[in-house]
């Protein structure tokens, strides 16, 4: 089991940043991959970053691309999740998740590629 927490979410206007954490305890956090996950009110939750071991192998949505940066840090058991240039259209409750490397390096970007979740972080852009 890996249980994950998040925080770090908030108010925010638009155009600006915040930097979202989530840190993992349980088993070996360096043998997942990790992602974050993004759920408005009334739509799917959809695929926003994921990193690997290290920063070497990354993915980002094409909505998100070029503002957000996702970072880990696997001493401290935590990935980051510093968000730029915020848009209004960012405003949603942010999850994070752990993958096995097997599944994920598979299919990075599906939500039931992850196995463990976290209760989220609300992030909410005025505009």
């Known amino acids: 089991q890996v249980q994950l927490v998040e925080s770090g979410g908030g108010l925010v206007q638009a155009g600006g940043s915040l930097r979202l954490s989530c840190v993992a305890s349980g088993r070996t956090f360096s043998s997942y991959a990790m992602g974050w996950f993004r759920q408005a009110p009334g739509k799917e939750r959809e695929f926003v970053a994921a990193?690997?071991?290290?920063?070497?192998?990354?993915y980002y949505a094409d909505s998100v691309k070029g503002r957000f940066t996702i970072s880990r840090d696997n001493y401290s058991n935590t990935v980051y999740l510093h968000m730029t240039s915020l848009k209004f259209e960012d405003t949603a409750d942010y999850f994070c998740?752990?993958?096995?490397?097997?599944?994920?390096?598979?299919?990075?970007?599906?939500?039931?590629?992850?196995?463990?979740w976290g209760q989220g972080t609300q992030v909410t852009v005025s505009s």
């Open positions: 998740a752990a993958a096995l490397f097997a599944r994920w390096f598979a299919d990075p970007f599906p939500a039931n590629t992850y196995a463990y």
């Open positions: 990193i690997g071991w290290t920063t070497g192998r990354n």
